[in-house]
Structure formats: structure tokens, C-alpha cells
């Protein structure tokens, strides 16, 4: 017997069932959840990244359940269904994509021998999502500030994607540098205005407002970089973090093989380690 999306719906309804549901589902919310959305989604992300496609299935699983539960939320708030997030991204998904339902509906049909180039299809792709920006812009009365070419941009995104798309956005505009020429300087710069904020703050004569600002610039501008470099930044910090955790995990077990104890090295010893860890991960 295999259960289906209906079976989890289900299930869902029972575990937010106010006398007989679990004690902790039925005390959630819409923001209480948020914390654990994210981290199902960076478990999804972490599953691909180490290729780990048997647990893929579960993390995807568990992602998928985050959909249910707020939509279990929404239905009991009388605010929307699970069935409506569904018609609303189908209905979405055929109006962005004119170059696979030419006629706006699921079942029409582009012609094989007639279909539209990249160019097209990436200019259909913005014009859409625009016109859909500024209709969201228009029904939403409650906004107080002007209409602005950065507005659909979830400010709930981790700071480096974020950051991406605000970039993105802008050069889509023409505010943006000429080539990664600039990037490297303006790099340069904001790191010498962060060692200046830093002593700064240091010496009394700042606070750590300033350093935190100049260092949110810095990594502003990596970003930048990452993007003239065709390089996501979340995935290159993600390389680079599974990187610091192997080799500080392979320093662990040298001392565990040696007998040595790791908090009594001194950091030059755990260094040494480190380099020869390097060393050998260059010979692969």
C-alpha cells in the first residue's frame, strides 16, 4: 500500500486536531514554523551537495510536510487551502511558461518544429514576472512606500541570496559594474575601511555598529564578486564549510591516533597538523 498527498492531509488535520492531535503540532503557528522550514530546506540542499540521494527522499519528505502544515494552518484560519496553494502555482507556473502552454492552459501544446529561442523565452520570463510585481504592488493599499524595482524580494531569504537577487535585480537595470575589474577594487576598499572601523572601535574612538556595517559591505561585495564569477555563494560557503569540517575532524583523529590530547596543543602544533592535512588532500 503506498499512501498519497491526500493520506498526508490527513494526517496533517489529526496531528493539529485540538482534542485528540499531538500536543506540540497543535501549539504551533505560521511564525514558529519558519525556523524549522529553513532547515529543512538547507537539510534538502545539504542532502544534494554530499550527493546523498537515499536521504534526499526524506529530506525532500520533510520539506513537503512544511507546505502541509502551513496550509493546515491557513485552512483552520479560514485563510486558504492546501488545494489552493496548488491551483494558484499551477495557474502561475502556465502563465510564466507561454513557451510550454502556449494558449494558458495545462493542456495546450507548443509545436515542436516552432518552438522560441532562449532570448525570448528569458525576455517572456521577466516581462511576466514584472507585470505580476507591479499588479501585487497595485492591490497591496497598505504600502507605504513608493513602488520600487526591488519590490517582490522576500526579505525572510538568508543575507547571501538575498543579496544575489537584490544584485540581480539591479543590473537587470543597468545599476551594476562593467566588469569584475571594479569588484576586485571596491573589495580592496571595503576592507580597508573595515580594519579602520575595527581599530577604531579598538582604540574607543568607534563602536561595533560601524564594524558590523563595514563588514556586511565586505561580504556585500563578495557576493558581487561571486556573481561576475558565475559562482552561487551559498554553495561556495557550503564547499568551503565542508571543507573546514573534514580537515578539523582529520586533525581530531591524528591526536587520537598519537594519544594526544586536543585542548592541551598549542594552535601552532594543531597548524602543523592542519598543513600536512592539506597537503595530503592536494595529492588526491
Known sequence: MSYSIDDLKVLMARLRDPETGCPWDTKQTFRSIVPHTLEEAHEVADAIEREDYGNLKDELGDLLFQVIFYSQIGAEEGRFSFDAVVDNLVRKLVRRHPHVFPEGTLESRIDPDNRPDEAWIKESWERIK??????????????AALPSRLDGIARALPGMVRAEKLQKRASRHGFDWPNVGPVFDKLHEEIDELKEAWQAAESGQGDHDAVEDELGDLLFVCVNLARF?????EQAIGRTNHKFEARFRAIEQV?????RSFDAETLEALDEIWQS????????
Request: charged fraction near 50%; aromatic fraction near 0%.
Open 130 to 143: 514584472a507585470e505580476e510585481r507591479a499588479k501585487k504592488q497595485a492591490e497591496d493599499t497598505a504600502a
Open 255 to 259: 591526536l587520537e591516533r598519537e594519544g
Open 229 to 233: 564569477m558565475k559562482v552561487n555563494p
Open 277 to 284: 592535512v592539506k597537503g595530503v588532500e592536494k595529492k588526491r
